[in-house]
């Protein structure tokens, strides 16, 4: 074979690679090395015990908690003397209900999850393949999301300039 038509097929290679779709692009480029066990993933029930009545139980369901299950933090509680329910109640707690109802005094919106998921597959999308001609390991997710962090000195010059208090950042540097 001729040295031409070595370029052409690798690049008819790298060309069919390139178009391949990833349903989830990851950004980060860390991966576990070995195929062992997770020892994390392994969690000891609770000991069975034989119900007060039967008819007490609840019907089974697919994908439902049981008995046997770990519940470190309601067993965390309950050993502190709180109430362990108040873990898996969903409505807001009374104490935090001012500041939701700040946050959302200008609206809400139900379908923030969903817009949320759609502009992080978009910037996933875009940023996902930028490490092909680097050589050596690189993570794209930190220049995938720089343009989003928060430069803390800035945001608290600006409020500073705008009159707003900040009381738990450090004073102003005497200049």
């Known amino acids: ?3 031409p038509r070595k370029i052409i097929m690798i690049g008819l290679v790298l060309v069919l690679a390139a178009c391949s779709r990833d349903r989830d692009i990851t950004l980060t480029r860390f991966q576990t090395e070995g195929d062992g066990p997770d020892e994390f993933a392994i969690v000891p029930g609770k000991p069975l015990q034989e119900p007060e009545s039967y008819a007490e139980l609840p019907p089974p369901q697919p994908g439902a908690g049981n008995r046997t299950d770990q519940t470190p933090i309601e067993d965390g509680i309950a050993a502190l003397g709180g109430n362990p329910s108040v873990i898996t109640s969903t ?8 500041l939701v109802r700040h946050a959302g005094r200008h609206g809400t919106d139900p379908a923030i999850r969903q817009t ?4 992080d597959d978009e910037i996933r999308r875009r940023y996902g393949r930028r490490n092909l001609l680097r050589i050596g390991p690189r993570d794209d997710y930190t220049d995938a999301y720089k343009r989003q962090w ?9 409020l500073r300039r705008a009159g707003i208090v900040t009381p738990s950042a450090p004073p102003p540097a005497s200049r």
């Open 150 to 158: 928060l430069n803390e000195q800035a945001e608290r010059e600006r």
């Open 116 to 119: 949320l998921r759609a502009e």
């Open 1 to 3: 074979m001729t040295l």
């Open 91 to 98: 409505a807001i707690s009374p104490s935090d209900a001012g």
